[in-house]
């Protein structure tokens, strides 16, 4: 008898002892088990469950990619499964169609602090209408973020509360995914497909924006820094570093990707804030999960520099009154403000957590096995007062000595990788946007792939700022660089960028396009790859007689078709 079975009694017993949440993330993990075991895949559950419901559209909001590849792949088992999806990227939704959707599940990412990507943004201001009904609609958000972030998938969370808010009726509660979210998207998937057979949904179970815990993943590596050289000359109004990192065995990523590193506050700052608060930095505190002396916690894991709004506002609640400070750091505010006795506990729990920075990953895994390159520019900047800054993981990645140990871990960009190798490709990446390309370029070298390669690159000046030079020189003797044109922008009294170097040669790029080839821009957002683009529209309509809106139509086709990837920030 099942219920004399001492496995069962103490299944029962962790069930009763379980919170709403955990028994959620239970029931998420033993449909997916279960699907597994009787359909061989986590959607078999939706094979064996027999929908009442069989259509619905599958949304996603994306920055980098990772969205849109889940979404993708959920709609393909779907499909397998005999469900009718209609996929749709957030900028690509009509919006008006939203109150006239029965069944509408979205996957998107979150971005920035705690903001959703920018081709979503129309969507989110879309359902902060309060006057939106969306009665009709049955919904359900899964939300992809990193948990080192302090807003951890906040986008997604906003979304699930704005259709609830709207009158949409939550099928499931939202789903958190960390960086590895392919399981935890399966399971998503074996959920709906169960909640569109009709049976009990785990929403129906569970307090409304209640979430299954997430389950991290992610994979990091710990390398010794080899080499880490400026690559600008004096005097060069820029620093940016080449740095190599060696790691024991293979690091898993592809050309394209990015690495996430943790920067370390630097021991200056440290001091202020310690001195700030009164304290000798030997005190043992914790922080999130973290113990250890409060000089080793800020150090390393508490962001005490250009404090977001938020984190400003809580502090003046431990005041006691409000308080108009810009986003200082953490020492400066805790001078201008001192509280009046320090709690250290009460401070670091309002404190966020130090978060990850991404950087393109400039080698190739097939020229430089157990190795990984950046190519890292000290972001400097003036603050407020007028005093100069610089930025907290550029610089500390700059002055990180060689021989140190590093810690990081890979961030896929499935968004922004090379086509076949018979494809031609051209890349546009000026200052440290080259650093994929230099990955491609090895990449391409090293698999003698026969597509040409044509490189855009753009900088200050030409003796100060030629980042690669003698690198790039070899590949065009070698004949792996086809062509390569570059801009110094301050060698000559007009300013020359990568948009006026295409725009040159307008006739051969629209060429290449027709030939099939793909274009990638890299580097800053604004205004360099809305330069470029506007540059590329302007190509289209010279070189291929098209009207403004055919040449935006043509551009949006090389997208679709994976052909215009752009890695910008
Ligand atoms: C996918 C991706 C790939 C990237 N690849 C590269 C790459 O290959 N190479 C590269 O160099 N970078 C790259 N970046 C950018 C990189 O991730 C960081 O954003 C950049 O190095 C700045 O980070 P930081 O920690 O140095 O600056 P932060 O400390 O985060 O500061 C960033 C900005 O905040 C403001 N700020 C900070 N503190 C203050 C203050 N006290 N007062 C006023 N303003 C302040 C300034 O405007 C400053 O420029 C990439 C980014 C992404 C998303
Ligand atoms: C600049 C930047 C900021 C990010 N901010 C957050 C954040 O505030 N909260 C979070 O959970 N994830 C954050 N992430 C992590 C992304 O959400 C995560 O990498 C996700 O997988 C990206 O999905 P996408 O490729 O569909 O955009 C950030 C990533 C980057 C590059």
Redesign the pocket.
């Known amino acids: 008898m099942l219920d004399t079975n001492p496995r069962v009694t103490s299944f029962i017993n962790l069930l009763k002892s379980s919170t709403q949440e955990e028994l959620v993330w239970m029931h998420g993990y033993l449909s997916a088990t279960l699907g597994g075991a009787w359909g061989g895949a986590a959607s078999g559950a939706a094979v064996a469950a027999q929908p009442k419901v069989t259509r619905f559209t599958l949304a996603?909001?994306?920055?980098?990619?990772?969205?849109?590849r889940?979404a993708t792949d959920l709609a393909k088992k779907a499909k397998e499964s005999g469900f009718q999806v209609k996929l749709t990227a957030l900028d690509q939704y009509r919006l008006k169609d939203l109150s006239k959707e029965s069944y509408f599940f979205l996957?998107?990412?979150?971005?920035?602090?705690?903001?959703p990507?920018a081709a979503a943004v129309p969507f989110f201001e879309y359902i902060q209408q309060g006057d939106l009904k969306l009665d009709g609609v049955n919904f359900a958000v899964l939300?992809?973020?990193?948990?080192a972030?302090?807003?951890?998938?906040?986008?997604g969370i906003d979304a699930d509360r704005l259709l609830a808010e709207r009158g949409a009726r939550r099928v499931l509660p939202v789903v958190k995914?960390d960086?590895a979210?392919d399981e935890e998207g399966s399971k998503w998937l074996a959920d709906i497909a169960s909640a569109l057979s009709g049976a009990a949904a785990p929403s129906e179970q569970m307090a409304p924006g209640a979430s299954a815990p997430a389950r991290s993943g992610k994979v990091s590596y710990l390398g010794e820094v080899l080499t880490n050289i400026n690559l600008n000359d004096e005097p060069s109004a820029k620093e940016t570093h080449h740095i190599e990192i060696r790691c024991e065995g293979d690091i898993d990523y592809a050309p394209g990707d990015?690495a996430g590193f943790l920067p370390v506050n630097p021991v200056d700052l440290v001091e202020r804030v310690v001195a700030a608060l009164g304290q000798t930095g030997e005190e043992t505190v914790t922080f999130r999960e973290a113990s250890g002396t409060l000089g080793e916690i800020l150090s390393r894991k508490v962001s005490l520099t250009f404090l977001p709004k938020r984190v400003i506002a809580k502090y003046a609640g431990l005041l006691g009154r409000p308080i108009e400070s810009a986003r200082v750091n953490l020492d400066e505010l805790l001078t201008a403000y001192p509280l009046a006795s320090v709690d250290l506990a009460a401070l670091l729990e309002i404190l966020d957590p130090i978060?990850p920075?991404?950087y393109s990953i400039s080698s190739s895994p097939a020229a430089h096995p157990g190795e990984l390159h950046l190519t890292v520019a000290r972001n400097s900047f003036t603050t407020e007062s007028g005093a100069k800054g610089e930025g907290l993981c550029s610089s500390y990645l700059c002055g990180v000595p060689e021989e140190t140990e590093i810690e990081f871990y890979i961030?896929k960009?499935?968004?922004f990788k090379l086509p076949a190798p018979e494809n031609d490709i051209i890349m546009i990446g000026p200052g440290t946007g080259i650093a994929p390309f230099r990955s491609f370029l090895f990449e391409r070298d090293a698999a003698g792939a026969s597509g040409r390669n044509w490189l855009f690159f753009g900088e200050q000046h030409f003796v100060t700022d030629f980042l690669y030079q003698t690198e790039l020189q070899d590949f065009l003797k070698t004949g792996v660089l086809h062509r390569l044109d570059v801009a110094f922008s301050r060698d000559q009294a007009e300013k020359v960028y990568v948009q006026h170097r295409l725009l040159e040669n307008g006739e051969a790029v629209y060429e290449w396009l027709e030939n099939g080839a793909s274009l990638y821009v890299c580097g800053t957002k604004d205004p360099m790859s809305v330069d470029v683009e506007k540059a590329l529209l302007q190509i289209i309509q010279n070189h291929g007689g098209f009207d403004t809106e055919a040449s935006q139509s043509y551009l949006a086709r090389l997208a679709e078709q994976g052909r215009y990837l752009k890695d910008v920030?």
Do not use: M, W
């Open positions: 996603y909001g994306t920055e980098t990619g990772n969205s849109k889940l996957i998107v990412s979150t971005q920035g602090d705690g903001e990507p939300g992809l973020g990193d948990s972030y302090p807003q951890f998938c906040q986008a995914c960086v979210f990015a978060a920075r991404l961030h960009n499935s968004a920030y």
